[in-house]
């Protein structure tokens, strides 16, 4: 999945050193060759992305070579922008939002994750505490409505 993202990101955006920022996210979701798969996978992969890079900084170089999960950037600032973004109300970005695909990107990036850390040496414990953690960002990072739909999609994933 991750390489379909770039194939499609070069597709779009021929240029090698392609940065995403907001401002072009909307072009490149309506234009990939299926919008709900391109907003699910940038909504979780940028989550996962984020998480893994703010809160298992030691491992995120070895992170890094399995997963080229894109970037974010905040617009103006070149700083990392919040997930939320792809589900964005102000911009009606929820509305475009289709939560079976977020749900089932959700169980296959999550479940690329967990196993990836039960390689790393990272036992159920450990997988609990990033749940934990990332539910924690979830609160911080998002709108209450598609907080409360993340989260939902989130409690029956399995570590």
Request: glycine share 4%; with cysteine; net charge negative.
């Amino acid at each position: 999945m991750v390489d379909w993202f770039w194939d499609e990101l070069h597709l779009i955006y021929p240029s090698e050193d392609y940065q995403m920022c907001q401002c072009a996210t909307e072009e490149l979701i309506e234009t990939s060759s299926d919008p709900h798969l391109m907003r699910s996978f940038l909504l979780i992969g940028v989550l996962i992305d984020q998480m893994m890079y703010t809160h298992y900084r030691p491992i995120y170089e070895q992170f890094r070579q399995t997963f080229k999960y894109p970037k974010l950037l905040h617009h103006g600032t070149y700083c990392m922008a919040s997930p939320n973004w792809f589900i964005y109300s102000f911009h009606g970005y929820n509305k475009k939002a289709n939560w079976n695909y977020i749900s089932k990107i959700c169980h296959k990036l999550f479940g690329g994750l967990f196993m990836w850390f039960g390689h790393m040496g990272y036992d159920a414990k450990e997988t609990a505490k990033f749940m934990k953690t990332l539910r924690h960002e979830i609160h911080i990072e998002f709108e209450s409505e598609n907080r409360d739909k993340l989260l939902l999609v989130l409690s029956d994933i399995s570590s």
